[in-house]
């Protein structure tokens, strides 16, 4: 019986983290109209090419922070930071 609370146990947290494809573009959506606002804030014109560069440079520090935040943040393994056991 254990073994059935654990697997249902995971499959729903497994279930807890996904989006449907509709809410992923909503957020992208969401996303890219406060990039271009943002980069007007900061005086570029639409249609221009430092426009256009700056939204590339908000989707690149977007990235960027993605990464870190992955690599510093522990690891969701049962409470077990990894990292520890890398040397790191």
């Known amino acids: 019986m254990r073994h059935t609370y654990f697997a249902l146990f995971i499959v729903?947290?497994?279930m807890a983290g996904c989006v449907s494809p509709e809410e992923r573009?909503?957020?992208?959506?969401?996303q890219e109209q406060a990039d271009?606002?943002?980069?007007?804030r900061l005086g570029f014109k639409?249609?221009?090419?430092g426009?256009?560069?700056?939204l590339l440079k908000l989707r690149e520090i977007r990235a960027e922070q993605r990464v870190?935040?992955?690599?510093?943040?522990p690891m969701p393994r049962f409470g077990v930071?990894?990292?520890?056991?890398r040397g790191y």
């Open 25 to 30: 573009a909503a957020a992208e959506q969401r």
């Open 12 to 14: 729903l947290l497994g």
């Open 81 to 85: 930071d990894m990292r520890e056991r």
């Open 51 to 54: 426009f256009g560069n700056c």
């Open 36 to 40: 271009r606002a943002e980069c007007r």
């Open 68 to 73: 870190w935040k992955s690599y510093y943040e």
């Open 46 to 49: 639409d249609g221009t090419e």
